[in-house]
């Protein structure tokens, strides 16, 4: 009986002794492998902090380094970012009281003559866009000053001559002679611009010269209509990044440090919210103020208004309206500028405009820009609906003589 218990010991024995030489065997060969799989620990030096440094650099830091892209875009352009002071003196209007005889006499000739004169000053944005000192900025920031001075990021300062206004595109072009070695601002194409690209504002706004703001670009092809200056023929790059007054006529950049647009500060109610002229119309505006100081815009002469089904429906089930609208899409015409092109061909108030040249229109942007894009002269094809009949006529273009 003892030696089956002495026998079932030793089993157990033997069992718990591999277990033990197994054990020790994995500790053995853990030990062995761990050391060279482990990189030592970094040995930091008083003072030394590089390793630390190193070790909480993220990802996205060491791909881009240190310096961001907004500052290598606005290295390559802001020293051709310029701030333009403008000057403008006005005089009071006369009172048509002191013009009576009688109190001329009482009070003297010369009581007219001594109304004061008012200094209006003006602060706006321009960038250089060629050595020989050629700057771009809005219209607005310079119409009717008697004196323009460009200054430089460097300090310097020159009396500017504007050698070309055209209000309907709000550009201008304005001269400097400060030699022929002056920065030059890289223009890009806004042809190839999409909405959530960047948008870099460079600027002076409220006075604030230097000033950067960084967007993205929110839509493209925002018309002036919509924006609320119909006096104007642009599609606007909408952007959130700040523009303010100020801001105007400086340049919007991409990421790359390449003007797409010149921005605009025209809604003082807008809230994040900016628009720029896209920079391949300006390139275009630009050449022409160069050559001839003006540019020519073809009109019509009608006021209008995008007409839909559903808006000449609510018109017409009106019982107030004083006039039935066809319910189609097209172009309404509102009013008919006496003696305009339109006029001589005998556009009435209350025709639809259905096509131009044979091409459906069904906007009022839709028939502005066919018009830009006509020439002086120019014979458009205009089929109209007038009632229940349409007609055709035909629309000779003339140069729009005041944007106002």
């Not at 033990?20 to 902090?49: F, H, N, R, W």
């Not at 022929?180 to 002076?204: E, F, K, M, R, Y």
């Not at 006496?338 to 229109?361: E, F, T």
């Amino acid at each position: 009986m003892r030696f089956p218990k002495i026998s079932r010991s030793l089993r157990q024995l033997s069992t718990h002794v591999l277990a033990i030489a197994l054990g020790v065997v994995l500790a053995v060969s853990t030990l062995q492998v761990l050391p060279s799989q482990a990189e030592p620990a970094p040995t930091i030096t008083p003072g030394d902090t590089s390793n630390l440094i190193a070790q909480r650099q993220s990802p996205a830091t060491a791909a881009i380094g240190t310096t961001s892209f907004v500052t290598a875009a606005v290295n390559r352009v802001g020293s051709a970012v310029v701030r333009i002071d403008t000057e403008r003196t006005i005089t009071r209007r006369v009172d048509p009281f002191m013009e009576d005889p009688f109190f001329r006499r009482f009070f003297g000739d010369g009581f007219s003559q001594q109304m004061p004169s008012e200094q209006l000053r003006g602060l706006g944005s321009g960038f250089i866009i060629d050595k020989s000192g050629l700057v771009l900025t809005n219209a607005h920031v310079v119409d009717k000053a008697d004196k323009v001075t460009v200054r430089l990021k460097d300090g310097r300062t020159f009396e500017g001559k504007v050698q070309g206004i055209d209000e309907v595109t709000d550009l201008a072009v304005v001269k400097i002679n400060a030699g022929n070695d002056l920065p030059v601002a890289p223009l890009g194409s806004s042809t190839n611009v999409q909405v959530g690209d960047w948008a870099i504002a460079v600027g002076n706004p409220l006075g604030f010269d230097n000033t950067v703001t960084l967007g993205i670009v929110s839509t493209l092809k925002r018309s002036s209509a919509q924006v609320g200056i119909s006096d104007k023929r642009l599609d606007f790059i909408q952007t959130d990044a700040a523009i303010n007054p100020g801001n105007s006529g400086g340049p919007l950049l991409n990421g790359l440090g390449e003007v797409i647009g010149i921005n605009t500060a025209i809604r003082p109610d807008a809230m994040g919210i900016g628009f720029a002229i896209p920079i391949d119309k300006a390139k275009a505006i630009a050449a022409q103020l160069q050559r001839d100081g003006k540019v020519a815009h073809p009109y019509l002469g009608v006021q209008m208004l995008t007409l839909t089904p559903d808006l000449a429906k609510q018109n017409n089930t009106d019982p107030n309206s004083p006039i039935q609208i066809p319910e189609i899409n097209g172009v309404f015409v509102m009013r008919v500028v006496p003696n305009s092109p339109a006029a001589s061909a005998g556009i009435r108030r209350g025709d639809v405009i259905l096509q131009v040249d044979g091409k459906a229109i069904t906007s009022a942007e839709q028939l502005q820009n066919v018009v830009e894009d006509s020439r002086l002269g120019q014979v458009l094809q205009v089929k109209v609906q007038r009632g229940n009949q349409t007609q055709q006529l035909s629309i000779r273009t003339a140069e729009l003589q005041n944007a106002s």
